[in-house]
């Protein structure tokens, strides 16, 4: 593989980072300003990308298709919807940091369910990134209450938890995508139907405002930046790729400060931080259990 990225990678890259930062500010004023119920826009956001990827159901039946569709869920729909959840208390920014404890969660799984070794350096990633986390979801600051970041942090960990057993499926990552979108709007439709309501009031309140969220989280930055950052991995070393992802939570602060008027405090600074230094550490140290990709990986 080649030792450098070219232009045209890091500019495939850059777009990437922007689209997965300003999508958790997109996700805030879907569900905060315009008053989506956040499991109804996890419905909406799954049937955008399925619309999309329909015809990759209609080919050959991947192996496992259970599991496929209850991992496919647990990295989308489930960890999506309580990040939405999250994000009607949370500040974009916030959620941003917390987003880093993806990384050290999923060594920490790697570790209990496949004999992952972990060093010391690897370890003191492990401990400044939970550290930081920690710190951001805990200490008082109006970026959000603890409850709402609490919710995020959640939806982080079963993520974190279901992206260790992705290496074991025989699916592409794009096929994933669209069993993944089957099975959120399987599980997610018939739950925002029990536990929401005046779902269909909020669309019609602003339709035009909630198409652009949802066709901009759906086929902008599920379909075309996920897909696009697949494709850099089958062309270039991991090495050089997941640690320009770590872009997306400085970015995240920044679309957040910017947009929606985030409150910046110390907690959130030092935190994120120190979230950032560990999630560096983990990501340049080799894995044999886990694919770079599913530390710092997007969501799908």
């Not at 990827?53 to 989308?76: C, E, N, S």
Request: proline share 6%; with cysteine; charged share 10%.
């Amino acid at each position: 593989m080649p030792r450098s990225l070219p232009l045209s990678a890091l500019g495939i890259m850059l777009f990437c980072n922007v689209a997965w930062a300003l999508n958790v500010v997109v996700s805030k004023i879907a569900v905060s300003s315009l008053g989506l119920p956040p499991l109804f826009y996890t419905v909406l956001r799954s049937a955008a990308v399925l619309v999309v990827l329909f015809p990759l159901l209609l080919r050959a039946r991947p192996a496992r298709l259970p599991l496929v569709l209850a991992i496919g869920f647990a990295v989308t729909g489930g960890s999506f919807g309580l990040q939405f959840v999250g994000l009607q208390t949370a500040s974009p920014s916030a959620v941003g940091v917390v987003s880093l404890a993806g990384a050290p969660l999923t060594v920490l799984f790697a570790i209990i369910f496949l004999g992952e070794e972990v060093r010391w350096r690897r370890g003191l990633g492990m401990a400044l990134a939970l550290g930081g986390v920690g710190l951001a979801i805990g200490a008082p600051s109006e970026a959000g209450d603890p409850v709402g970041l609490g919710f995020a942090f959640t939806g982080v960990l079963i993520g974190a938890f279901a992206s260790v057993f992705v290496k074991r499926l025989e699916v592409g990552a794009v096929a994933l995508q669209a069993w993944a979108g089957l099975a959120s709007l399987m599980v997610m439709l018939p739950a925002t139907m029990m536990l929401e309501s005046e779902q269909f009031h909020s669309v019609a309140a602003a339709p035009l405002a909630v198409a652009a969220c949802v066709l901009y989280a759906g086929v902008v930055v599920s379909v075309g930046a996920h897909s696009a950052y697949f494709l850099l991995f089958q062309r270039y070393d991991a090495n050089l790729i997941v640690p320009l992802t770590l872009l997306t939570p400085l970015l995240t602060i920044a679309f957040g400060t910017w947009l929606t008027g985030d409150a910046i405090g110390w907690p959130l600074i030092v935190g994120g931080a120190m979230a950032l230094v560990g999630v560096a550490i983990i990501v340049v140290r080799p894995s044999r259990t886990i694919f770079k990709w599913q530390l710092m990986r997007p969501k799908l």
